[in-house]
Structure formats: C-alpha cells, structure tokens
Nanobody, 125 residues
Framework: KVQLVESGGNSVQPGGSLRLSCTTS????????IGWFRQASGKEREGLST????????YYADSVKDRFTISLDNAKNTLYLQMNNLKPEDTAMYYC??????????????????WGQGTQVTVSS
C-alpha cells in the first residue's frame, strides 16, 4: 500500500519561505503523476502543482506560479514543494497525492488515489 507522509509545515511571517516534503516507500506503479494540493479551513481543496515522475515540465496553478516550485528526488522517493514569498492566503493544510493524472492546463484532484495526512502551513504576522 502506498503511504505518503508530508512534513515541513510551520508558522511563518508574510514574505517568508518554507519547503515541504512528501516521502513514500514507493510511488504507485499504476500512474506517472504526483502533485501538491492544499485546503484552507472551510474551503474546497485547491490543486497547486503536478509533475510527471518520468520527467517533463510541471504544471502550476496561477495562484502559486512564480512563487512555488515542485521537484522530485526519485532516489529518495521524495517530492518537494518550495514555497517563497508566502502570503496569508497561503494558510492551509498542504497535501501530496499520488496515483492521478497530469494535464498541461489543469489539475484534477479527484483522479488521485493516494493522499498524505497533510502538513499545516500558517502565514501570519
């Protein structure tokens, strides 16, 4: 069974940076797409970024493009999300996901089979 564990969430001031990590014993072999999502309290889940494990350009939601960077270390089975210039509206629980499909123009969260339990990011002064 695929198990995903997020870490790196913290409280940070506006303008600060954090790097989130998502580690697994192994990604599912059924698909070739993994990604990051977030959900603020009382809000719907929002897709942030997806990337093909086999390579290629990642996709970013407009809300985080140019501030967040997704990357993958296959040797460590670890997915990262570097978050810069954090804003209060970035406050949310952040999740990584596996088993879905990547698209060039959107993120479809319902296609992902495996989810971590999340790591909290709080941006405030």
């Amino acid at each position: 069974k695929v198990q995903l564990v997020e870490s790196g969430g913290n409280s940070v001031q506006p303008g600060g940076s954090l790097r989130l990590s998502c580690t697994t014993s192994s990604w599912t072999v059924r698909t070739n797409c993994i990604g990051w999502f977030r959900q603020a309290s009382g809000k719907e889940r929002e897709g942030l970024s997806t990337i093909y494990r086999a390579g290629g350009d990642p996709y970013y939601a407009d809300s985080v493009k140019d501030r967040f960077t997704i990357s993958l270390d296959n040797a460590k089975n670890t997915l990262y999300l570097q978050m810069n210039n954090l804003k209060p509206e970035d406050t949310a629980m952040y999740y990584c996901a596996d088993g879905g499909r990547c698209y060039g123009d959107r993120i479809v969260g319902r296609g992902f089979t495996y989810w971590g339990q999340g790591t909290q990011v709080t941006v405030s002064s």
